[in-house]
């Protein structure tokens, strides 16, 4: 009873967490619609605030002034500090609570100090008002977000995704009947049937019947695993050829899948957030803005001018530190930087990473369908019968083999594809439980078979062979006579070799993490010319080995395809997910290669390199252009007849945003 209420209680922890994720993601959504109205709404009000401002009207030389104007321009400045730059005031009081002032302090201090200087002008002292600066602001500082917020991935959808591996439905076996019953609804004792070909639906121990598994989205191991009586079963993983009656042994949240879930999830939860650079510097220019403004009001009140001058001055120079360009100095380099990227194989989910690419000095690459294929090819025909070729010999067991959905058998079928050869009739097929398959050609019986056939049979392997032990071997009999040995591996990617190279030419280091045995390992890392590898590891040690290499002060960037990679790519500082993997590992990481090209890895570090790079440039120009306006503003060379009027700030700030803009497209070259 117990372990159906437990078992209930996963289903809603389940559908309670999808529904929380979905949540999230509406909420997302809504946020960048919220933006985006604002700046619309905004945009259409800043036009008759422009043609009403005195300041406009004076560059364009025409006057537009009626009764009561000031007041209609009041009324409109004051709906838009009120609408558009709410999401500012509300942003400046949640960094004000966490005690982190940054971009939201900065736009909100200026805004404010723009209204209410400016309402004063209308009611209260002579002066110039700010509206149209005010306007202006926060239209391109709501331009800014909307674009930045785009940009910006939505939250990991790996549960989903995980959950899509487990199969819907299950053969349960009751009193020798078969039932098909919701996977979710399976219990713990219950005995199931796994068809051939079929995804296994609960963690499990088979008691009846013999078959290869395929775990290798689970466990990075490349071949299919033999599994026989007594032996586990994980939940998700895809049975071969053989019929399965298995017990179940794990559900909900005690099954493997959910352990890697949560794996994720923590490590997730536990990687810094990195602050934005933009952040950094808005902080720096707000304590710029409120000690100059406080430092000129002052300084003027001493000096024995009124009031007005000096709180005019000091108004001056808080709005002309807030630069509209900071705004977009990020946000436009990352637009521009996440389409060339699209352009380029990459897929930005998580911008931080993306910025802090540039760091790596390790990269970790998960073996199996990252540096190689995650297909089995021939590399090797030993021929023993002097009357055969090793075309004749690939024609006869791909004919075999043609039937069989094994990946060996797909491997040996590719290469007589390759050949040119043709494949041949077979008569009396018959496929050997876990050994092989047998049937006859033009007459003569042939068999294709592991090892353990052999052995069965007393066949002897002779003992002069290559060393084949990092492949898997076929034998292949002709009237029970052993004739060839074949021998087939997960080929390397052609691109891994130079992807490796331009790396190291970079003095980042190269590592190798699989599920794989010592021997396949220590080859493809001796072919490849690695710095190191770690073989046959668990899920979860591949995130302990990240933890070791980061522990060591190491910025680790991981390139994993499948589930088994989950917790590692998302404990990594870089998560890289390979296009052609799983779901989960393209939902965890934090950038996805989509032609699964190990050298984009090498593209994804130089952009990075070079997004920084026109980040920093941009917030250079963004904020330089202050060390001079700040000073003239505040009226250090007023003795001189030299003062900044609003006006000739405003068109400085113009500048610079122009500046930005362009030197974001740059990027493109």
């Not at 389940?14 to 993601?25: G, I, T």
């Not at 053989?242 to 909900?252: C, F, H, R």
């Not at 490796?500 to 599920?515: A, F, P, R």
Request: net charge negative.
């Amino acid at each position: 009873m117990d372990e159906h209420k437990n078992h209930m209680d996963h289903k809603h922890d389940n559908s309670d967490h999808k529904a929380m994720e979905h949540e999230h993601e509406n909420h997302h959504e809504m946020m960048i619609e919220d933006f985006k109205r604002r700046f619309y709404i905004s945009l259409i009000v800043t036009i008759p605030i422009l043609l009403l401002s005195p300041m406009i009207q004076g560059w364009i030389g025409w006057e537009l002034e009626f009764t009561g104007s000031e007041y209609i321009l009041f009324i409109l400045s004051s709906f838009i500090y009120g609408y558009g730059g709410w999401p500012f005031l509300k942003g400046f009081a949640d960094e004000a609570k966490e005690k982190s002032p940054g971009m939201m302090t900065l736009i909100a201090m200026a805004i404010s100090v723009a209204y209410f200087y400016s309402t004063a002008t209308v009611f209260l002292i002579e002066g110039s008002d700010f509206f149209w600066e005010l306007a202006t602001l926060i239209d391109i500082m709501l331009l800014g977000h909307w674009i930045e917020m785009r940009s910006v991935q939505g939250a990991s959808r790996a549960m989903d995704e995980l959950a899509k591996l487990m199969p819907d439905t299950a053969h349960l076996l009751t009193e020798g009947k078969i039932k098909d019953v919701d996977a979710r609804d399976l219990d713990v004792d219950d005995v199931i049937l796994v068809k051939p070909g079929e995804k296994i639906p609960a963690d499990g121990a088979i008691i009846k019947g013999s078959s290869y598994v395929n775990e290798s989205m689970l466990t990075g191991e490349s071949k299919p695993v033999e599994k026989k009586e007594g032996d586990s079963l994980i939940g998700g993983s895809v049975n071969g050829e053989g019929s399965l009656e298995m017990s179940v042994k794990n559900v909900g949240e005690d099954s493997y899948l959910s352990k890697v879930v949560r794996m994720v999830t923590q490590a997730q939860e536990s990687k810094s957030k990195t602050q934005n650079l933009a952040d950094k510097a808005a902080l720096w220019l707000t304590i710029i803005a409120l000690s100059s403004g406080g430092i000129t009001l002052i300084a003027w009140l001493l000096a024995g001018e009124d009031f007005t001058f000096a709180i005019a001055r000091m108004a001056t120079v808080m709005v002309i530190t807030c630069p509209h360009a900071l705004g977009l100095a990020i946000p436009l380099v990352a637009a521009n930087t996440t389409a060339i990227s699209a352009e380029n194989g990459l897929l930005i989910k998580n911008r931080t990473a993306f910025e802090n690419s540039r760091k790596i000095d390790t990269v970790v690459f998960d073996k199996t369908g990252t540096l190689t294929k995650g297909e089995f090819g021939v590399n090797h025909v030993e021929i023993l019968s002097g009357d055969m070729d090793k075309n004749e010999v690939i024609q006869i067991a791909a004919s075999l083999e043609k039937n069989s959905e094994h990946p060996i058998a797909d491997g040996i079928v590719a290469e007589a594809k390759s050949v040119g050869a043709e494949l041949l009739k077979v008569s009396g097929f018959k496929a050997i439980k876990g050994k092989g398959i047998e049937g006859q050609i033009q007459g003569k019986s042939y068999v294709v078979a592991s090892p353990g056939y052999l052995a069965e049979n007393d066949i002897d392997i002779p003992d002069n062979l290559p060393d084949f032990d990092i492949s898997t071997n076929v034998f292949l009999l002709r009237e029970k006579r052993l004739i060839a040995v074949l021998a087939l591996s997960d080929k390397i990617r052609p691109e891994s070799l130079e992807a490796v190279e331009k790396l190291k030419n970079q003095n980042i280091e190269c590592w190798m993490l699989t599920g794989d045995n010592e021997k396949t390992a220590a080859q493809v890392s001796g072919k490849l010319n690695l710095d190191g590898y770690f073989a046959e590891v668990l899920p979860e040690e591949k995130l302990e080995k990240i933890k070791e290499l980061q522990s060591h002060g190491k910025y680790v960037a991981m390139a994993g395809d499948g589930i088994n990679d989950a917790p590692a790519l998302a404990q990594a500082d870089i998560g890289i997910a390979i296009g052609s993997g799983t779901d989960v590992a393209a939902e965890t990481a934090d950038i996805i290669l989509v032609n699964s090209n190990p050298m984009d890895v090498t593209t994804l570090i130089d952009l990075g390199k070079l997004t920084y790079k026109k980040m920093i440039q941009n917030l250079l120009w963004a904020s330089g252009y202050n060390i001079i306006a700040i000073p003239l503003a505040a009226g250090a060379l007023y003795s001189a007849g030299i003062v900044i009027s609003p006006a000739l700030g405003a068109v400085l700030m113009s500048l610079s945003t122009v500046i930005v803009a362009v030197n974001a497209k740059l990027i493109k070259l």
